[in-house]
């Protein structure tokens, strides 16, 4: 690795820790209830899964471990393989109950696991790459991991003010 990837493994290590943080210690119906119809902690830690799991598969160019390691079946959400909560409604969130904190971490934790031996693999003329062409710029390979993080890291921080909301 180099400077460029191990700052990023550094970052996603600590959505790591946040997303342990935000959920340890909780059961089922602490992670899906929903102050004032809001987020559960359940839906915004599955959606920031399955973003990474989506963006860094897509990166890569591998199938997501999502479906790749039967997450999608363990999980036994009503939504299509391919969600990953980008758009949902306030009854898609509601949808989201019924998971334990171990659940959320494990697969959490794959998709970090994943994430950090793709980084091994990346050096910094890579970052350069561009991935995204929707886009104007279009979008590098280092802009969409730090888009990645910055998403996590802001419903990482969603889940922790759910968490304090409920006085947990």
Do not use: C
């Not at 987020?39 to 990474?52: E, K």
């Not at 009854?91 to 934790?109: F, P, W």
């Not at 970090?112 to 886009?135: C, E, F, I, P, S």
């Amino acid at each position: 690795m180099n400077a460029s990837t191990d700052l990023l493994v550094d970052a996603f290590g600590r959505i790591r820790e946040a997303v342990e943080d935000a959920v340890t210690g909780l059961d089922p119906e602490d992670l899906g209830t929903r102050p004032d119809d809001a987020n559960s902690i359940a839906w915004l830690v599955w959606h920031l899964t399955r973003i990474q799991d989506d963006h860094v598969a897509g990166v890569a160019g591998t199938e997501q471990i999502w479906t790749s390691d039967g997450w999608y079946d363990r999980f036994e959400l009503p939504f299509a393989a391919d969600d990953t909560g980008y758009g949902h409604s306030g009854k898609d969130v509601a949808a989201v109950r019924g998971l334990s904190a171990q659940l959320l971490t494990d697969y959490h934790g794959a998709v970090h696991d994943n994430t950090v031996q793709y980084l091994a693999g990346v050096d910094d003329k890579d970052m350069k790459r561009v991935v995204d062409r929707a886009w104007t710029p279009p979008v590098t390979l280092g802009v969409r991991l730090v888009s990645v993080i910055a998403d996590d890291l802001q419903h990482a921080g969603q889940a922790a003010y759910v968490r304090g909301l409920l006085g947990l």
